[in-house]
């Protein structure tokens, strides 16, 4: 089985409550949205060269980019024109090179692994595959950024909580987290395709889980009234 990623990267978290501890990021490659309206009040297109503002092809790696202003910034771990700068892996080549990120090539109680994308959800049968490697026995935490609306199947929920209840040592001190961030109408993503209380009920059925919701908005009432609705719904839910 292989996953393709866009990059990874050591990087503290700076959000919620693991604020400040360090992380080895996974930016998962292809995304179930393109959120074209980010910063884009005039509808650039910007899955065409003119609307981006430069050809990807000029470039041999995400690091050499100029800055994305417009749509989706990290449209480079989803969009095909930049695939030449990803690396599709064996599972056990990742997880070796994960290690090479780790300070002495180990974890400790510190530092995660953060799932990210593109959307990572979308690639969970190889996600669910990857941390049962004998890499990642030390771990102790797990958070998937999500826009929390790809459903989650039982089968991996069901190998997400193996993965916690399995820690052998560190049993019922593995976490997994959910950092949830729905997509508003400011995205041009549909309202009825963004917002699914159903996904995130899901995630409660992982053993151990941690969930929290956030949101990218305009400094309008409106944007921030979605927010309300966005909550109402997922409340109504059970959430």
């Known amino acids: 089985m292989k996953i393709t990623t866009s990059e990874i990267f050591y990087s503290p978290q ?32 910007t899955t065409t ?17 100029p800055p994305i202003s417009v749509g989706c910034d990290s449209i480079y771990s989803w969009d095909d024109r930049f695939k030449h700068m990803w690396t599709t892996w064996e599972l056990e080549e990742l997880a070796a090179e994960v290690l090479t990120y780790l300070p002495n090539g180990k974890w400790n109680r510190n530092i995660g692994l953060t799932f990210t994308g593109g959307e990572p959800t979308s690639r969970m049968k190889a ?6 490697l004998p890499e990642f026995d030390d771990l102790h ?3 998937f950024e999500t826009n929390c609306s790809v459903p989650l199947m039982n089968s991996h929920m069901e190998e ?22 729905p997509k508003l109408s400011i ?8 917002i699914n209380p159903d996904v995130a009920l899901q995630q409660f059925k992982v053993y151990n889980s941690y969930q929290y919701f956030k949101f990218v908005v305009e400094p309008t009432e409106e944007s921030f009234a979605e927010v309300d609705k966005a909550m109402e719904e997922y409340y109504a839910a059970g959430i």
């Open 141 to 143: 935490t797990i958070t």
């Open 127 to 132: 996600i669910t595959k990857l941390i049962q």
């Open 14 to 45: 700076g959000e919620a409550a693991l604020t400040g501890r360090p992380q080895i990021w996974l930016r998962v490659a292809k995304c179930n949205f393109t959120c074209m309206g980010f910063n884009n009040p005039n509808n650039v297109d």
């Open 187 to 194: 995205t041009g993503e549909p309202w009825g395709k963004a």
């Open 160 to 181: 997400l909580s193996d993965w916690i209840l399995g820690g052998g040592s560190n049993n019922n001190q593995r976490m997994i987290v959910w950092s949830n961030s």
């Open 49 to 65: 060269n003119e609307g981006l503002g430069f050809d990807p092809n000029n470039y041999n790696s995400l690091k050499s980019l």
